[in-house]
């Protein structure tokens, strides 16, 4: 079993910047791609940026260029920094563990507010 905890959520005003980071209590990044995941009420949980166990980072269209998402092996986390935030990315960050297209571990989430 594996818990993947997420932190630095909170309040910013349009503009500012966050770090999230999702900490997993083994090493599992050799295995599992890891992808961070938002869902604002009344919304689908939708994809925001994923890092694959090899290749290339992604991202969704609408964080792409703002939000960058990387890892530390050493420290078995993974983080989200979000930068030139808006309101409309107001929302419960998740991160996940998935392997062939299926997700096995979920975090608990941490609540991401875009407000002045």
């Known amino acids: 079993q594996v818990q993947l905890v997420e932190s630095g959520g909170g309040l910013v005003q349009p503009g500012g910047s966050l770090r999230l980071s999702c900490a997993a209590s083994?090493?599992?990044?050799?295995?599992?791609?890891m992808g961070w995941y938002r869902q604002a009420p009344g919304k689908q949980r939708e994809l925001v940026a994923a890092?694959?166990?090899?290749?290339?980072?992604n991202y969704s269209d609408s964080v792409k260029g703002r939000f960058t998402i990387s890892r530390d092996n050493a420290k078995n986390t993974v983080y989200l920094q979000m930068n030139s935030l808006k309101p409309e990315d107001t929302a419960v960050y998740y991160c996940?563990?998935?392997?062939?297209?299926?997700?096995?571990?979920w975090g608990q989430g941490t609540q991401v507010t875009v407000s002045s």
């Open positions: 996940n563990a998935d392997r062939g297209g299926k997700t096995y571990y």
């Open positions: 083994r090493n599992i990044f050799s295995i599992y791609a």
């Open positions: 890092i694959p166990t090899r290749g290339s980072t």
